[in-house]
């Protein structure tokens, strides 16, 4: 589903962001990636979403040679992808059903399907009762979920998600971990950055880990436990 080989990411000022990364995820599978602030855990995401593009090795996702991707092709080839982020970013002057609804608005879907999926995406969320209010009407765990409703609304084969618990008390961020949980169930690719630690040994899911942009050996429980992987290939 996922291969890196020898993956690099350099910004300006040669910030190096990832360094030589080599992991493979098969498809159906469900992984966290975890690691301190500025471990590269969001660049790693935003390379498959191909939100930015890797400077150095190659990545494929379901089969695709992303280097191979065109700009023009790039909105294409995320309709396969669910994108989830820590600071929601909805529409506040839109409904909740506008937003999750947006994603196939812009696909150019018919209304009634439209209408079908985003109620059933909502209905998965426990909040089709509010399809109506407004983002700011909800809570921030209620925020989190309308995201994860519109990431999946056009049922994509992977669903990514960034940090997506946290600005939330325990109780809630195992809420939304669960809800990913069940999406995987039914045979979705999840991919989850988180730096929670705690959270993710509850799940009992494949974690793997970055320090400094590099990809560790992920034999022990915390990051903190780890010794350099030596840039060999993990798989999940």
Known sequence: MIRFTNVSMRYEANIE?????????EQGAMVYVTG?????????LRLIALIERHTEGQVIVNGQNLERVS???IPLYRRNIGFTFQDHRLLRDRTVFDNVALPLVVAGYRYQEIRKRTQASL??????????????????GEQQRVGIARAVVNRPALLLADEPTGNLDPALALEIMQLFEQFNQVGVTVLIASH???????????I????????LDNTAQTPEDHDDGNDQEQGA
């Not at 962001?17 to 995820?25: G, Q, W």
């Not at 399809?131 to 009407?137: C, E, T």
């Open 17 to 25: 962001a990832l360094r030589r990364i080599n992991l493979f995820i």
């Open 36 to 44: 301190r602030s500025g471990a590269g855990k969001s660049t790693l």
């Open 71 to 73: 700009g023009r092709r």
């Open 123 to 140: 209905d998965k969320v426990g909040l089709l009762k509010k399809a109506r209010f407004l983002p700011m009407q909800l809570s921030g």
């Open 196 to 206: 929670d630690i705690d959270i993710l040994r509850k799940m009992k899911k494949k």
């Open 208 to 215: 793997i880990t970055l320090r400094e942009g590099r990809l």
